[in-house]
């Protein structure tokens, strides 16, 4: 279900939105964030305002954040914990004085009873005085590291989103919450494995070094061509398919507690924040 938001001028925004990811790429963050707010832009943001960080969110009643803190404590690689709301605000200054999580992101999950309900471009309407916000690191955030030591990004030139597939991998749970991990895949030249490896191990906050490389099977992925959110993307010959873990994760996380709400961003649809894509957390 869509919900469109009006521009200024009263005229109602189009469900998918009136910018191209092509006309944003080159734009400051603030041009971008403005244009998701208003509803031009409704798509993923990777390869958005480089050199920001880029975070995911889940936002949920405070009744649930402790034992949701200590999950992303547990699960760091996969929950890598930048940024903390008060109940009921809908800021996190540390993260952009002007941001406004209600707005910001282009497209919202809402889940109730751990049931996704559906997907909306604007957090008003359902906005509650207890809701706690949690900003993960996404992976979004080192891509820009890659494509510059020339390791293209596949699902960028193809203004695609990411991939990202349910693993075998158990995460650690605390209280109502637990479940596999989810991973993001990017299909990388044999020849440039190691790099990759090492780039993004320097991104803690970004989920770091890949937690697999190689056969999808290992990790119970039957099929990369079948992802679970994202688009498919191939691997060719000479490449090797490599996967990190992902901030889609505690949507699986989700499944389990079945709170009575909670709001999530839309897979590949992240909060792009002010802070350097080195922010240490």
């Known amino acids: 279900m869509s919900q469109v938001r009006l521009l200024s001028s009263g005229l109602p925004v189009k469900p998918e939105g009136r910018f191209s990811h092509a006309v944003l790429a080159d734009q400051p963050v603030d041009q971008v964030r403005s244009s998701i707010r208003s509803g031009d832009y409704q798509r993923h943001t990777a390869g958005l305002a480089s050199g920001h960080l880029q975070c995911n969110l ?4 405070e009744a649930y954040s402790g034992d949701f803190s200590d999950f992303c404590a547990r699960n760091s690689q996969a929950c890598p914990l930048v940024g903390r709301s008060e109940p009921g605000d809908p800021h996190i200054p540390a993260l952009g004085p002007d941001i406004d999580l209600r707005t910001d992101v282009p497209r919202y999950n809402v889940y109730r009873e751990g ?10 309407r359902l906005w509650r005085d207890d809701i706690v916000t949690f900003a993960l690191g996404c992976s ?4 820009r590291a890659l494509t510059e030591a020339g390791i293209a990004m596949r699902h960028i030139a193809q ?10 991998r158990a995460t650690k749970p605390s ?5 596999p991990m989810v991973v993001s895949m990017r299909p990388i030249a044999e020849a440039d494995v190691q790099r990759a490896i090492s780039i993004s191990a320097r991104y803690p906050q970004a989920h770091g070094a ?4 190689g056969a999808p099977g290992e990790i119970g992925i039957a099929d990369l061509m079948q992802p679970d959110w994202g688009d498919p993307v191939e691997v060719h010959t000479g490449e090797v398919p490599v996967f990190w873990a992902c901030g889609v994760t505690p949507q699986v996380a989700l499944r389990a507690a079945r709170p009575s709400l909670c709001i999530t961003h ?3 649809s992240m909060l792009i924040t002010d802070l350097d894509e080195f922010h240490p957390l």
């Open 58 to 61: 889940v936002m949920l009643p």
């Open 115 to 124: 049931r996704l309900v559906e997907s909306v471009l604007d957090l008003t």
């Open 140 to 143: 979004f955030t080192f891509e």
């Open 159 to 168: 203004d695609k989103t990411v991939p990202m597939f349910i693993s075998d």
């Open 175 to 179: 209280g109502a919450f637990s479940g």
């Open 210 to 213: 890949p937690v697999h490389i």
């Open 266 to 268: 839309a897979p590949g």
